[in-house]
């Protein structure tokens, strides 16, 4: 009697071993666990997988399908069922993209023209036949400014200069040339 509990007994447990089914659901391009993916049974059992794709199915089923909201669903037969199930991740594709907007360059010199029209508009005029001189006083004390204008016409002197030097035809002055070779 002993003997057929203890059979019956290891039977029952043999095959809720072999009932229990584990597998692996991972992405098909990348080949990482998928977390969180949903097998449902037919026989409407469901089953999660953990943070490393695995799940475990107590129960008795003939087919399951797998899905996840990230990738496309699949079915998959007990008898057929491999170790690891890869999904197909979903692409969200878009269509034309159309897109309306300003040239802010333009619309920035109109801004710019419009404020310039307002500001003359409203700037009093010279009324005609009479001429009006400005004095400043404080122009012909400014050190600076009497600077910046001496700087300025060296400058342009320069570059005045320069400009010729690009045209093929240039002859340099006598004084340049003196001071080059003295160098």
């Known amino acids: 009697m002993k003997r057929h509990v203890i059979t019956w007994l290891l039977l029952a447990w043999m ?11 991972a992405d098909m391009e990348s080949r990482k666990p ?7 049974t037919d026989t409407h059992h469901a089953a999660r997988t953990n943070l490393y794709g695995y799940f475990a199915m107590k129960y008795a089923f003939d087919s399951a399908t797998v899905s996840h909201p990230s990738f496309h669903s699949t079915k998959v037969k007990r008898t057929a069922l491999p170790d690891t199930i890869f999904l197909l991740k979903k692409l969200n594709l878009l269509q034309e993209v159309t897109i309306y907007g300003v040239d802010r360059q333009k619309q920035s010199l109109a801004f710019h023209k419009e404020s310039a029209r307002r500001a003359a508009a409203g700037a009093p005029r010279p009324s005609s036949g009479t001429v ?17 204008k001496k700087v300025l016409k060296k400058m342009e ?23 080059l070779n003295n160098k």
Not at 132 to 148: G, P, V, Y
């Open 132 to 148: 009006s001189l400005t004095f400043d006083f404080a122009n012909m004390l400014d050190r600076r400014k009497r600077h910046d």
């Open 15 to 25: 095959t809720t071993i072999h009932a229990q089914r584990t597998c692996v659901v």
């Open 157 to 179: 002197k320069i570059f005045k200069e320069m400009d010729a030097m690009d045209d093929p035809l240039y002859i340099p002055p006598k004084e340049r040339i003196d001071s």
């Open 34 to 40: 998928i977390r969180n993916a949903l097998i449902m």
